[in-house]
């Protein structure tokens, strides 16, 4: 069995977070005596107020009851599955409507399973069980495929969608947006001095560092290609940019990885760095600006942040 399918098998549920989403809190009581030993719930009574928490802090499965006023569970479901962001959250239906049309009502919505009130405990818990693994495990293939295959921060492929993703949060809730390009100085110098092995291995603590410097769950590293990566850093900005970007050259200088070749003796990076303040035009691209602004650092000396 080959490393990928045995991280596979070995898919832990320990974490998981489930919203329940139903305007009885009786109903609420009972699915929480049932799971709430075993996963992290989180609760909504309305259709409205599970899409705010999905779009603030995704769920792992939603539990969704079908009769709820003003927003129903299946125009929730069709919402969330209309919604890129938040499209893969499995959403089981849970509810007393028993017709067939009804059910299938349920499937048309999106819904991945269906169960009727009042439910039986331990079928709960095992359909719960099978729909978090196959989703954790849907998880962890896609994030394999994300990432870069040298370095194990997240590719390119990775850093297009989150890109999106995040500037599509960031207009929605008008917040600024934030973007770093770091380019490892006089690379190609120290490839050809030290060989390409020993180069692949500092490249690797470069991305190791970058990525200890980012504090926040939401801050992302992708190897945009070569020597260079690409730093998304929600909710930040310009100052707070500046910051992670001094931040991740002093890391970086303080590994003191030995370039005779620089002028500066030591491995060094330059960063670009770009910014959509809030309000502004969520339309900016911002991997364009970073990449001006990281040319006009290498054309000035190197070793800094413009």
């Not at 959403?91 to 919505?109: D, H, R």
């Not at 990566?229 to 200088?253: D, W, Y």
């Not at 990885?257 to 770009?274: C, D, N, R």
């Amino acid at each position: 069995m080959n490393q990928a399918a045995t991280t596979l098998t070995k898919v832990s549920l320990e974490n998981a977070r489930i919203l329940v989403v139903d305007d009885q809190p009786i109903n609420i009581q009972v699915i929480n005596q049932v799971l709430g030993d075993c996963y992290h719930l989180r609760f909504a009574k309305s259709g409205q107020a599970a899409l705010d928490i999905c779009l603030s802090d995704p769920p792992d499965l939603i539990l969704m009851d079908v009769v709820m006023p003003e927003l129903d569970g299946l125009t929730t479901c069709k919402i969330i599955k209309n919604t890129p962001e938040i499209s893969d959250i499995p959403v089981v239906f849970i509810t007393s409507l028993q017709k067939s049309e009804e059910e299938n009502a349920c499937w048309q919505a999106g819904g991945i399973d269906y169960m009727v009130k009042p439910v039986n405990p331990l079928p709960l818990r095992n359909r719960v069980n099978a729909h978090l693994t196959l989703k954790f495990q849907a998880d962890l293939l896609k994030k394999l495929a994300y990432l870069d295959g040298l370095t194990s921060v997240y590719n390119r492929r990775y850093l297009n969608d989150y890109l999106t993703q995040q500037t599509a949060q960031a207009k929605r809730s008008n917040q600024p947006l934030s973007l770093l390009m770091v380019d490892i100085d006089y690379f190609k110098q120290f490839n050809d001095e030290y060989g390409h092995l020993f180069a692949d291995d500092q490249l690797k603590q470069t991305a190791l560092s970058i990525k200890r410097t980012l504090q926040r769950p939401t801050d992302i590293v992708a190897r945009f290609g070569g020597e260079e990566f690409v730093c998304v850093l929600p909710n930040t900005g310009k100052l707070g940019a500046r910051h992670v970007a001094e931040s991740i050259m002093q890391n970086i200088a303080a590994l003191k990885i030995t370039h005779k070749l620089s002028p500066h003796q030591y491995l060094t990076v330059s960063i670009g760095t770009a910014t959509i303040e809030a309000k502004q035009d969520y339309g900016t691209d911002l991997i364009a600006i970073a990449d001006k602004h990281l040319y006009k650092a290498k054309q000035t000396g190197r070793n800094k942040a413009i």
